[in-house]
């Protein structure tokens, strides 16, 4: 069977072609500069939140922020939160094996399971952009999908790096600011895009490029000026 991860439906969604590159053609984008900074900080955020989920203890940041949930612990926690295993769902109309892996995940007293996802930020203004919307909406359709009970809110803890701080006047560490925001997801549009992505993967020919994206206009200007 086919898999599919939640961020090549992302893909599919920012452009149809470079999507199409990749699953039809096998052509893949170069890859982009790894985040490592933002990998240390999932790491020891993974660290203190599975030290509550030991102890069955909320994080002092859900505290803080009124959040009566404690980290989940289940068996599968570790395979869900895995980049290669993820949360996986057989979806038979496209026949597809959909899969994606998450940060976190908590569970309130009704029992309900709380989709978490890490973002570790330098900006001034962080925000939510629209593509981490998707990002919780597709965890928590995988959850639903696998017959869990799952609350429409989930969330996503910030670790914003305190520029004030400087660096800490000579110990040469870089303080961090921790916060929560909530965030109501709506997964009514997955199915669809998840039957699209299947749609354009067996098109015969490359759909149009993304009007938002200017590599392509790039790509064909710089073939045009190179061919004599
Ligand atoms: S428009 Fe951009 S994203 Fe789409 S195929 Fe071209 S380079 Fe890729």
Not at 26 to 46: I, M
Not at 82 to 102: D, M, R
Not at 149 to 166: D, L, P, Q, R, W
Request: glycine share 6%.
């Amino acid at each position: 069977m086919q898999k599919i991860s939640r961020s090549k439906i992302e893909l599919s969604l920012e452009c149809p072609r470079c999507f199409w590159l990749d699953v039809a053609k096998g052509v893949k984008r170069p890859p982009g500069f790894p985040f490592t900074l933002n990998n240390a900080v999932d790491y020891l955020l993974k660290q203190e939140f599975d030290q509550h989920r030991e102890q069955k203890t909320p994080h002092p940041v859900m505290v803080t922020h009124m959040i009566e949930a404690v980290p989940f612990d289940h068996p599968e926690i570790n395979t869900w939160r895995h980049n290669f295993t993820g949360i996986q769902f057989h979806h038979k109309p496209s026949e597809l094996l959909v899969f994606g892996a998450v940060d976190d995940i908590w569970q309130n007293p009704k029992g309900e399971l709380m989709v978490v996802d890490y973002k570790a930020t330098g900006a001034q203004n962080h925000k939510i952009y629209d593509s981490y919307g998707r990002q919780m909406e597709i965890y928590q359709w995988l959850l639903e999908q696998n017959k869990h009970k799952v609350s429409k809110t989930g969330y996503f803890v910030f670790a914003k790096a305190n520029k004030a701080e400087g660096f800490g006047f000579g110990k040469a560490a870089l303080a961090f600011d921790l916060f929560v925001e909530a965030y109501t997801g709506d997964n009514s549009w997955v199915e669809a895009a998840i039957l699209n992505a299947k749609k354009i993967s067996e098109a015969d020919k490359a759909p149009d490029p993304s009007a938002e994206c200017e590599y392509c206009s790039y790509r064909k200007n710089a073939v045009k000026a190179t061919t004599v």
